[in-house]
C-alpha cells in the first residue's frame, strides 16, 4: 500500500523556522517527480515547490523561492524521505501542507499520491 505521510508542522512566530517532512512507503519514488503543497481554508491549494528526481533542480513558487528548500533522500534510514525547510516564515505562510508523488512532472499539479497534510500555524 502506497503511502505519503507529513509531519513536522506546528506553531512558529514570524521569522522562525520549521522543516517538514514527508515518508513515503509502498514502493520506490527514486523516478517520481515529489513536491510540497499548501492550501488555506477555503481556497485552493498551491503549489510551493517540486523536484523531478533526486538530482534535478527544484522549482520554487514566487513566494517559496529564497525561503524554502526542498531536499529529498533516499540513503539508509530516511531512505523515500522528502523534506522542506522553511525559513523566515511570515504569517501569510499559514496552511495545511501536503507532499506528493507523480510519475512524471507533467502530472505534478494532479499527483498520483497525496499525503494527509500537515498544519503550519505563524503567529505575527
Known amino acids: 500500500q502506497v503511502q505519503l505521510v507529513e509531519s513536522g508542522g506546528g506553531l512558529v512566530q514570524a521569522g522562525g523556522s520549521l522543516r517538514l517532512s514527508c515518508v513515503a512507503s509502498?514502493?520506490?519514488?527514486?523516478?517520481?517527480?515529489m513536491g510540497w503543497f499548501r492550501q488555506v481554508q477555503g481556497k485552493e491549494r498551491e503549489l510551493v515547490t517540486y523536484?523531478?528526481?533526486?538530482?534535478?533542480?527544484?522549482?520554487?513558487?514566487d513566494f517559496a523561492r529564497g525561503r524554502f528548500t526542498i531536499s529529498r533522500d533516499n540513503r539508509g534510514s530516511k531512505k523515500n524521505t522528502l523534506y522542506l525547510q522553511m525559513n523566515s516564515l511570515k504569517p501569510e505562510d499559514t496552511a495545511v501542507y501536503y507532499c506528493n508523488a507523480a510519475s512524471s512532472r507533467a502530472r505534478i499539479l494532479e499527483g498520483d499520491y497525496w499525503g494527509q497534510g500537515t498544519q503550519v500555524t505563524v503567529s505575527s
Open positions: 523536484m523531478q528526481r533526486l538530482d534535478s533542480t527544484p522549482y520554487y513558487a
Open positions: 509502498g514502493w520506490t519514488f527514486d523516478s517520481y517527480a
